[in-house]
């Protein structure tokens, strides 16, 4: 089975513009979350998709929003983009009932933001 | 609140050498989930472990081995006879049990080992 797949892999962005990232997780996965590690602050959940459905938020903005699609597809969209944006940004997907039932998630290689 | 803290910042080593990475997790459910994950150089997490709070038996897989102790609210992860390969950033991660649960990680513990 192909691994959870993020693209772009590198961006490069100005202060105001807006991203859109991409993850595909592995096949027959329906839950998808996303983190966000940054020297300072490490590690930090942003939300989890399960069936097309926002089951979770973290603590960011509402500049950082996402999706999922039917095929369990999701993106990533952070609007109005600061420098401390500047992350990896991670993709996880878990099979069966996601994180509510304690399944392990399976990461991507991840999307390095710079903001300048 | 869930919270997980990982107090070593830093552990240099020497292979061959054991070593011990500590993690101390706070969280008022009855049922939650323990998780160890590592990161290499190349940035992506790789899953190694999976603990429910219900289960404190000890595991080993070769090399390692984890020590689970509600008591304390401890799970700790040990390499014995520690390779170079083995350098890694490892976080350790606790979840709930229900639905909107969040994954939250501890900040991390870097481990380098020399030969």
């Known amino acids: 089975k192909a691994g959870v797949t993020q693209t772009p892999r590198y961006l490069i962005k100005t202060r105001g513009q807006q991203v859109t990232l991409s993850c595909s997780p592995i096949?027959?996965?329906?839950?998808v979350s996303w983190y966000q590690q940054t020297p300072g602050q490490g590690l930090q959940f942003l939300f989890e998709?399960?069936?097309?459905?926002?089951?979770n938020k973290g603590n960011f903005p509402g500049r950082f929003s996402g999706r999922q699609f039917s095929n369990s597809r999701s993106e990533m969209n952070v609007s109005t983009l600061e420098l401390g944006d500047s992350a990896l940004y991670l993709c996880?997907?878990?099979?069966?009932?996601?994180?509510?039932?304690?399944?392990?998630?399976?990461f991507g290689p991840g999307t390095r933001l710079t903001v300048l | 609140a869930q919270k997980v803290t990982q107090a070593q910042t830093e552990i240099s080593v020497v292979e061959k050498e054991d070593v011990t990475l500590d993690c101390v997790y706070e969280?008022?459910?009855?049922?939650?989930?323990l998780f160890w994950y590592k990161q290499p150089p190349s940035g992506e997490l790789v899953f190694l472990i999976r603990?429910?709070?219900?289960?404190?038996q000890n595991e080993i897989s070769g090399r390692y081995s984890w020590n689970f102790q509600k008591s304390t609210s401890s799970f700790n992860f040990t390499i014995t006879a520690s390779q170079v390969v083995d350098s890694a950033v490892y976080f350790c991660?606790?979840?709930?049990?229900?639905?909107?649960?969040?994954?939250?990680f501890g900040k991390g513990t870097t481990l380098s080992v020399s030969s």
């Open positions: 996880a997907s878990s099979p069966d009932k996601g994180l509510a039932k304690g399944n392990e998630q399976f």
């Open positions: 096949s027959g996965h329906r839950s």
């Open positions: 998709y399960f069936s097309e459905t926002q089951r």
């Open positions: 969280t008022r459910d009855t049922t939650y989930y």
């Open positions: 603990r429910n709070s219900f289960d404190e």
């Open positions: 991660a606790l979840s709930g049990n229900q639905a909107g649960t969040a994954l939250i």
